[in-house]
């Protein structure tokens, strides 16, 4: 192992600037203390380094860190405290990734549904509420934005919050609800002057009489 040396024999107390003077090393005769020991030190004395402001606000934010630590040893935290700080470190973890199309297919075929589900409540789901939740509804969204480039076919508007919306109803062409041709990106005020939105749909008027239409 090759020592690397200095020939520097003093230099200043960053404290009181008077000069520090650099010691022999007890291992080898005659050599200077090595450069790793020489470089760290900065005060002449213990009383220099207690009195220098930049030593004093360290120590002090060392201080609040210790007392802040020491508030919490031996408190409990509930499990659901534990949990909840475990999910975050792994969203933090894992933040930025990003899942292929495949992936997420694989992971929704693999979770347990309807029945099966510990989560199971007799059918209180929609049909249409599980597909609008379906990874393969949400896949389709997010190739709809790709392809549109996230801006708004009708206004051009782009960082606004955006619909993907079906050209030809959801509830009325179950063929084309995965279709990418039957996608198109709209802006939330765009969307809602279409004709499929909501209650103006005319299956959803259909099922609800007692809604009037109203122009928006």
């Known amino acids: ?58 120590h002090l934010a060392g201080v609040i860190r ?55 409540r007799g059918g209180l789901t929609s049909a249409n509420a599980s597909l609008r939740s379906s990874s393969e509804y949400k896949i389709w969204r997010d190739a709809v934005f790709v392809r549109d480039n996230w801006t708004c076919q009708l206004c051009g508007k782009r960082g606004v919050p955006l619909h993907a919306d079906h050209i030809k109803a959801f509830s009325s062409y179950p063929d084309l609800r995965f279709s990418l041709e039957n996608g198109r990106t709209l802006c939330v005020p765009c969307h809602k002057e279409t004709d499929t939105y909501l209650w103006k749909s005319a299956k959803f008027m259909a099922l609800h009489p007692e809604i009037e239409h109203r122009e928006i």
């Open 66 to 120: 210790a007392e802040s630590w020491k508030a919490n040893i031996g408190r409990t935290r509930s499990i659901d405290a534990i949990e909840a700080q475990r999910a975050k470190m792994i969203g933090h973890s894992r933040g930025g990734w990003k899942l292929s199309p495949e992936t997420r297919r694989k992971m929704s075929a693999s979770r347990k549904k309807g029945a099966e589900s510990p989560l199971w």
């Open 1 to 58: 192992m090759v020592t690397r040396l200095s020939t520097e024999k003093s230099k200043p107390c960053i404290g009181c600037g008077r000069q520090i003077i650099r010691g022999l090393r007890l291992d080898r005769k005659g050599q200077l203390e090595s450069i790793t020991l020489w470089n760290r030190k900065k005060y002449c004395s213990v009383e220099c380094m207690r009195f220098d402001p930049e030593y004093r606000a360290r």
